[in-house]
């Protein structure tokens, strides 16, 4: 089974930006996609971006729209989110997850659609 490992992250101060990748030990299913998600303290998991693997469609929440960027290197089997114009409440372990089955891009947000999760990667934006 596919393992990702999360790197980057980090701190910034509100209005700057972080970028972090997640690399996939195995090739990523064609049909699939990865996404990242992220949980805040008391908060459930929430989705941030997503991008089908074979097609490169992306989606994103709305409250990252126009802020955070996800892109993806198909031969390296990995993705990176470029975060920009950082908001304190963009404050939480960040997650990548991908799935072992097909992905539709009308469920690239959803997250029961992915079984493999990273080990979570911690960003803070300070006030």
């Known amino acids: 089974q596919v393992q990702l490992t999360e790197s980057g992250g980090g701190l910034a101060p509100a209005g700057g930006s972080l970028r972090f990748s997640c690399a996939a030990s195995g090739r990523v299913l064609s049909s699939s996609a990865m996404a990242w998600f992220r949980q805040a303290p008391g908060k459930s998991r929430e989705f941030v971006a997503a991008?089908?693997?074979?097609?490169?469609?992306?989606t994103y929440a709305d409250s990252v729209k126009g802020r955070f960027t996800i892109s993806r290197d198909y031969a390296k089997n990995s993705v990176t989110l470029q975060m920009n114009s950082l908001k304190p409440e963009d404050t939480a372990i960040y997650y990548c997850a991908t799935s072992s089955t097909p992905v539709s891009r009308y469920v690239l947000a959803d997250r029961r659609q992915y079984d493999t999760w990273g080990q979570g990667t911690q960003v803070t934006v300070s006030s």
């Open positions: 991008i089908s693997w074979s097609s490169g469609g992306t």
